[in-house]
Structure formats: C-alpha cells, structure tokens
C-alpha cells in the first residue's frame, strides 16, 4: 500500500549540503504526517524533521537554522535539505509517514511506515 523510497545520500565533507528524496506512493499529504528520521552507529533513533498535513514542520534541535522539510505532492515526493553538514550528522536516514498524526511528530512509536533509509556520511 504505503512505499517510501529515498535517496540523495552520499559522502561529503563538512559544510556542503546535501537534499534527500523520498518517493512516496499510497501517500495521501492532506492526512498523512510525514518526516525524517535518522540513526547513527550506537545511537538511538531520533527525529530529524516532521511536515504535517497542513505544512506545518517540526525539527529536531540539531537541524533547527540548517535542514528544510518540504514536498511536492504532484510528484508525490518528501525531500530533506541539510545544509552546513558536520560529522554529527553521520547516519542512515529514513522517510517516514503516519497515516494518524498519532502521536508527537518524533516519536518513532507512531511511525506505521519506514523507507528503507539512505546513508550519508560528513567527513571532518
């Protein structure tokens, strides 16, 4: 029913920029939460950014003033742009939706459906 496929991740230094896209099919925007999460080696998974329906985002502290949530429904697409990366920011990231809008936009408890992420990996 629900597919997310992402892509867009990559290996690049600190500082650069990088956008990632999830494909979304089965999505529908005008009721779904949607949003990125993202998990490190030997850390917990944690919330990255969330959109609600009715465009309203949400951001983890760490990617407050330099990641942007965005979609484009005709193309049925979530994109992720991560600007001023630092090593921090190492990990596989994961396009998310939430049929509900159940819970908090990061609580990975609520997440009925997961892509199968993407890695980026910021060098020093």
């Known amino acids: 029913q629900v597919q997310l496929v992402e892509s867009g991740g990559g290996s690049v230094p600190s500082g650069r920029s990088l956008r990632l896209s999830c494909v979304a099919s089965?999505?529908?925007?005008?009721?779904?939460?949607m949003a990125w999460f993202r998990q490190a080696t030997g850390k917990y998974r944690e919330g990255v950014a969330g959109?609600?329906?009715?465009?309203?985002?949400y951001y983890g502290d760490s990617a407050k003033g330099r990641f942007t949530i965005s979609r484009d429904s005709a193309k049925n697409t979530l994109y992720l742009q991560m600007n001023n990366l630092n090593p921090e920011d190492t990990a596989k990231y994961y396009c998310?939706?939430?049929?509900?809008?159940?819970?908090?936009?990061?609580?990975?408890?609520?997440?009925?459906?997961w892509g199968k992420g993407t890695l980026v990996t910021v060098s020093s």
């Open positions: 998310t939706a939430d049929p509900y809008c159940s819970g908090d936009w990061s609580d990975s408890h609520a997440i009925d459906y």
């Open positions: 959109l609600d329906p009715d465009g309203t985002t």
């Open positions: 089965g999505v529908t925007w005008n009721t779904f939460c």
